[in-house]
């Protein structure tokens, strides 16, 4: 890695340590979601973050696998064949029957529980993960958003079912997914569903896939496209990080050359790994 530059994936975003190091000349790459779409912070935030990249002569670039690579680096790509739009969709399948995880599958998930609403603060968490994305790619395709609204809905388990972390009994939840749209004149523009199962065998006709992505894109030539991570399962929880964290780590000389300032996928040159 570049000497000048610093990885920032913290659970919670410090920004008087981010204006520190971008201030003392510290290119900064993070997995951080604020800074996907810079005109969405507080003004006063941005000033004050912009303030310290033009005093170190610095950037900072937000990325990852998702949001990232499949809501920006490929809509990015996929949408250049289009003149006309009508909506892209990103199915994302991860398969949690391998991961030996009781306490967050069970009791905080929600999984083998009798099904309920989603709590509203988790909701507003994932909306919040995707929208500043989402309207960094509508703002770059000229298509920007008017809101973006998020859903979720869970799936019961039509058989008992045993997993790494324990029993999914029948008519307990099974499945869930959360999705997350970018609404454009009273329509879903760009959404993102997010399909967390611990069984396929479920309640409901959500064509549920392999750990990966599907990118569905509807307009005047369209597109669908399925990415699967052909991982075992069961070596699954130590292989994901890469996905999130390589694209950051490979990000670096760009961000390291590009001018001050909060960059996005937008304004950067395209990420290459350089695999030497």
Do not use: K
């Amino acid at each position: 890695l570049h000497a000048d530059c610093v990885l920032y994936m913290q659970q919670w975003c410090n920004f008087d340590d981010i204006c520190r190091l971008l201030a003392a000349g510290s290119n900064i790459v993070t997995t951080r979601v604020e800074f996907h779409c810079p005109r969405m912070l507080d003004p006063a935030l941005r000033e004050r973050i912009e303030t310290a990249c033009r005093e170190g002569g610095t950037s900072i670039y937000s990325t990852g696998s998702s949001p990232g690579f499949i809501t920006e680096a490929l809509p990015l790509v996929l949408t250049s064949l289009q003149r006309r739009l009508d909506g892209l969709t990103i199915d994302e399948f991860a398969d949690l029957s391998s991961r030996d995880s009781p306490d967050l599958l069970f009791n905080i998930m929600g999984y083998g529980q009798p099904p309920v609403a989603f709590g509203e603060q988790r909701l507003a968490h994932v909306r919040t993960g995707f929208a500043y994305s989402m309207h960094q790619l509508a703002d770059a395709i000229s298509m920007p958003l008017d809101s973006v609204e998020v859903c979720g809905e869970v799936a019961t388990a039509r058989h008992t079912v045993r997993i790494d972390a324990g029993e999914i009994a029948a008519g307990t939840v099974g499945a869930q997914r959360i999705t997350v749209s970018g609404m454009r004149n009273g329509q879903p523009l760009l959404r993102i569903r997010l399909n967390w199962y611990c069984t396929r065998d479920i309640d409901a006709a959500w064509d549920l896939r392999e750990t990966g992505w599907r990118v569905l894109v509807e307009g005047d030539t369209p597109l669908d496209v399925n990415i699967t991570f052909p991982v075992p399962l069961e070596t699954m929880a130590a292989t994901t990080p890469g996905y999130t964290a390589h694209r950051a780590v490979n990000a670096v000389p760009v961000v390291c050359a590009a001018p001050p300032g909060i960059r996005t996928t937008v304004d950067l040159p395209q990420v290459i790994a350089n695999l030497a």
